[in-house]
T-cell receptor, first 118, second 109 residues
Framework: GAVVSQHPSWVICKSGTSVKIECRSL??????MFWYRQFPKQSLMLMAT?????????EQGVEKDKFLINHASLTLSTLTVTSAHPEDSSFYIC??????????????FGPGTRLTVL | RKEVEQDPGPFNVPEGATVAFNCTYS??????FFWYRQDCRKEPKLLMS???SGNEDGRFTAQLNRASQYISLLIRDSKLSDSATYLC??????????FGGGTRVLVKP
C-alpha cells in the first residue's frame, strides 16, 4: 500500500516553544491530508483536514492559530504546534488520502509523532 | 453520546479461541465502515472494510447491521499476534473518519 512518513517520530520540548511536524506521502500524491491527535487510552480525534494549495479546515474546538497547518505541495503537509504547553503532549498522526488506483479514497496513516512538552 | 462507541475491554482470549465484539454508531447517514488495528504506540492500520452483506478475510469476519446501527468483528482461532486494540471507524459523506475508542484484545497462551 501507499507509504506515509512523519518526522520527527518523537520530540521533547520546553513549554512555550513551537514544534513543527512533517507528514509526507512517499509514493503517491495526496491532495488531502488529515491530522489527528490521540491522548493516552483514547481514540484518534480529527483535528483538521489539510488541502493542498488552500486553507485547512479545522474541527470544532481546535484552535487554528495554535495548530498551524501548511500543505504547500502534493506530498507534504506540516503541522506546527505554536507555544506548546504540557496539555498539548499527545500522539499526533497524519493520514493521506489516495485519489487513484486500487486504493482509491483509502486513507493511509503515518507512524505518528509523540510530542512531550515539559 | 459518542458518535462511535465500543466496549474498551480488555477481552482476554485463550489462544485458539473465538472472540467477537461490536461497535455502535449514531449517524444513520454513515456510508462506509472499517475495522482498524492499532498496536501500542503505533499508527492504526486498516484491517478490513465492512460491507453490507458481511465479509470475511481469513480468520476475521465483519458484519454490518444498518437497522440497529452496529458493526461487529469476529476473530476465529485467535493468535498471540492478534493482541491489539481494534478500532471501529465510520465515514459519513465526505472523507472524514470518525474513530471509536477501541476494543483491546489480549490473546494469552
Amino acid at each position: 500500500g501507499a507509504v506515509v512518513s512523519q518526522h520527527p517520530s518523537w520530540v521533547i520540548c520546553k513549554s512555550g516553544t513551537s514544534v513543527k511536524i512533517e507528514c509526507r506521502s512517499l509514493d503517491f500524491q495526496a491532495t488531502t491530508m488529515f491530522w489527528y491527535r490521540q491522548f493516552p487510552k483514547q481514540s484518534l480525534m480529527l483535528m483538521a483536514t489539510s488541502n493542498e494549495g488552500s486553507k485547512a479546515t479545522y474541527e470544532q474546538g481546535v484552535e487554528k492559530d495554535k495548530f498551524l497547518i501548511n500543505h504547500a505541495s502534493l506530498t507534504l503537509s506540516t503541522l506546527t504546534v505554536t507555544s506548546a504547553h504540557p496539555e498539548d503532549s499527545s500522539f499526533y498522526i497524519c493520514s493521506a488520502r489516495v485519489v487513484g488506483g486500487p486504493s482509491y479514497n483509502e486513507q493511509f496513516f503515518g507512524p505518528g509523532t509523540r510530542l512531550t512538552v515539559l | 453520546r459518542k458518535e462511535v462507541e465500543q466496549d474498551p475491554g480488555p477481552f482476554n482470549v485463550p489462544e485458539g479461541a473465538t472472540v467477537a465484539f461490536n461497535c455502535t454508531y449514531s449517524n444513520s447517514a454513515s456510508q462506509s465502515f472499517f475495522w482498524y488495528r492499532q498496536d501500542c504506540r503505533k499508527e492504526p492500520k486498516l484491517l478490513m472494510s465492512v460491507y453490507s452483506s458481511g465479509n470475511e478475510d481469513g480468520r476475521f469476519t465483519a458484519q454490518l447491521n444498518r437497522a440497529s446501527q452496529y458493526i461487529s468483528l469476529l476473530i476465529r482461532d485467535s493468535k498471540l499476534s492478534d493482541s491489539a486494540t481494534y478500532l471501529c471507524v465510520v465515514k459519513a459523506a465526505g472523507n472524514k473518519l470518525t474513530f471509536g475508542g477501541g476494543t483491546r484484545v489480549l490473546v494469552k497462551p
